[in-house]
């Protein structure tokens, strides 16, 4: 059987003596998108931090391909190949468009052809091409986002982990957004989107995984979450059981 | 006289320059002051009139210190500060003791007694111009320091090195999970801010000459041109500098008495209403 694209296995995570996570469990399938769903505060941010080496579990695993990554710095997990486009975005504001891109680009192991480059990334995102030597920090929300994707893509990511792509976007660029990540999709790359609003990703996600105070209180398909009709908007923040209502 | 002093001022400037560019690239980086960056200064100054004694070419000489130093650099920041894991309290304090045993270890080696730095051949002389006579070796240190400020600031905001020193001043958790080596990244300012430290003590030999508690007169200057033109900033460091020494010279001139209110006043006003310096941006 083949091993899971991303593996957290029982994984406790503290902020000093605060407790975050508490033995939080999912996998993500090669190839497959699971939505990161829960209301403020639940946890979504600590576990793509932790599983991008920002943040050391105290307890628990967190595996990519079957192989351990979670003692390990935030630099060796990027090259083990995991790429996040982080919550807020966080270009780096003074440096342009193309170095944004530069910085986060490497040779690849072997001789295979990457199938990112500065290139590709730009044919992705014209709109970025058409600002290579603007500085990051005079974008705006929607082409730093772009530039947030594109930073993470370049480093020819296994699993790419985006949290709250959303957030702070007029819906028309959310739009934009999720056909980028549907293509991604379809090119087979193995996605974890965080959201808090469940409607934006049950359409694109194969799996659901809901934290409420930093522990999983669901964990389906998002198939059997429609067949079994489970309520997933009562874990959600005030705005989105309205979204759900409405 | 005033013409002296304008020299004088100018000099200061390029040799502050070489000292504050590296304090506020590692401030920038590492967010912690180098209260070691004085005593670089110094240390350079005198390994550099050793090597000179040994037989060395000034110039040899200067390149040579600055390698040293380089090296100094990057075994403090590997070896001493590394081990406290971006404990920036427990760093200063480090940044500190070292000051302390640098200053007593030259106090050892080179004597309390002022060394004098011979200035180097062929630039020992005036040069006239509009019946001014220009010291050529001032001259020297102002366009030596032009093209250093020119070609770190190339590095600095046209190589693909630069742009991840920038990345890891503006996100450096960030920086690190597109895979930069932040860490790697230290040691370079380090050695960088080390080697221009040490250069600019030689280079400062021949015209203030080298002496115990040269360090604590620098580290201080360095200081307020970083706070002055903000960090984070090539450009605030230059202007900064000529600033500081501009006041520093005419300071100790026309109000010997306020010398030190003259440095420092200028620094509050601006930080009153610009808290983030001359040119710095706030973060
Ligand atoms: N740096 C920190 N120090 C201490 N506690 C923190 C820190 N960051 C987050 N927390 C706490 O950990 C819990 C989980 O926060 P986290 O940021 O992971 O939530 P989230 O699900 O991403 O929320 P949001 O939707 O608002 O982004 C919250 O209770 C939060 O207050
Ligand atoms: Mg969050």
Not at chain 1, 178 to 187: G, P
Request: include cysteine; hydrophobic fraction near 50%; glycine fraction near 12%.
């Amino acid at each position: 059987m083949p091993a899971d694209a991303l593996r957290f296995s029982g994984v406790d995570v503290y902020y000093g003596e605060s407790h975050a996570l508490h033995g939080v469990s999912f996998s993500v399938g090669e190839g497959r998108v699971l939505g990161l769903l829960g209301r403020n505060g639940a946890g979504k941010t600590t576990c793509m931090n932790t599983t991008v080496g920002l943040l050391q579990p105290r307890r628990g695993d967190i595996a990519l391909f079957g192989e351990s990554i979670s003692r390990l710095g935030p630099e060796a997990i990027s090259r083990k190949g995991i790429g996040l486009v982080p919550q807020g975005r966080r270009v780096f504001k003074r440096l342009t468009v193309r170095e944004n891109l530069v910085v986060a680009s490497r040779r690849l192991p072997g001789r295979q052809a990457p199938k990112w480059t500065l290139d590709t990334v730009l044919d992705e995102f014209p709109r970025l091409r058409e600002r290579t030597s603007h500085y990051a920090g005079n974008l705006s929300g929607g082409e730093q986002q772009m530039l947030a994707i594109g930073r993470a893509l370049i480093s020819n990511p296994r699993v790419l982990l985006m949290d709250e792509p959303s957030e702070g976007l007029a819906p028309q660029i959310v739009a934009g957004v999720f056909a980028t990540i549907a293509k991604l999709k379809s090119q087979g790359l193995s996605i974890v989107l965080v959201e808090q609003n469940p409607k934006l990703v049950i359409d694109i996600a194969d799996d659901i995984v809901v934290l409420n105070s930093g522990s999983v209180v669901i964990a389906e398909t998002t198939r059997s979450i429609h067949e079994k009709n489970i309520d997933v908007s009562r874990y959600l923040g005030v705005v989105s059981a309205e979204d759900a209502v409405s | 006289m005033w013409f002296i002093l304008t020299i004088n001022s100018v000099t200061l400037g390029g040799l502050l320059f070489l000292l504050s560019a590296g304090f506020s690239l590692i401030f920038g980086l590492m967010r912690i002051p180098n209260l070691t960056h004085g005593s670089f200064f110094m240390l350079g100054g005198y390994l550099g009139v050793t090597l000179i004694r040994f037989g060395l070419n000034f110039w040899i000489a200067a390149i040579l210190t600055a390698l040293i130093m380089a090296a100094i650099g990057v075994t403090v920041e590997r070896l001493l500060l590394r081990p406290l894991g971006g404990n920036a309290m427990q760093q200063v304090l480090l940044t500190l003791g070292l000051s302390f045993i640098i200053a007593d270890l030259s106090l050892m080696i080179w004597t309390g007694d002022p060394v004098r730095v011979p200035t180097p051949p062929g630039l020992e002389g005036t040069a006239s111009l509009f019946a001014l006579q220009f010291p050529l070796y001032r001259l020297a240190v102002v366009g030596i320091a032009v093209i250093i400020a020119v070609g770190l600031w190339l590095m600095i905001e046209r190589t693909r090195l630069g742009a991840m020193i920038r990345a890891g001043v503006d996100d450096a958790p960030m920086a690190r999970v597109v895979g930069i080596r932040v860490s790697a990244l230290f040691s370079v300012v380090f050695a960088l801010g080390a080697a221009l430290a040490g250069f600019a003590g030689l280079m400062a030999g021949p015209y203030l000459s080298i002496y115990p508690g040269l360090d604590s007169e620098m580290l201080p200057l360095a200081l307020i041109v970083v706070i002055l033109g903000g960090t984070n900033s090539l450009l605030g460091a230059l202007v900064g500098s000529f600033i500081i020494g501009f006041l520093f010279n005419f300071g100790q001139v026309l109000f010997p008495n306020l010398a030190y209110v003259i440095l420092f006043l200028p620094m509050l006003v601006i930080l009153m209403f610009r808290p983030q310096g001359l040119f710095g941006r706030l973060t």
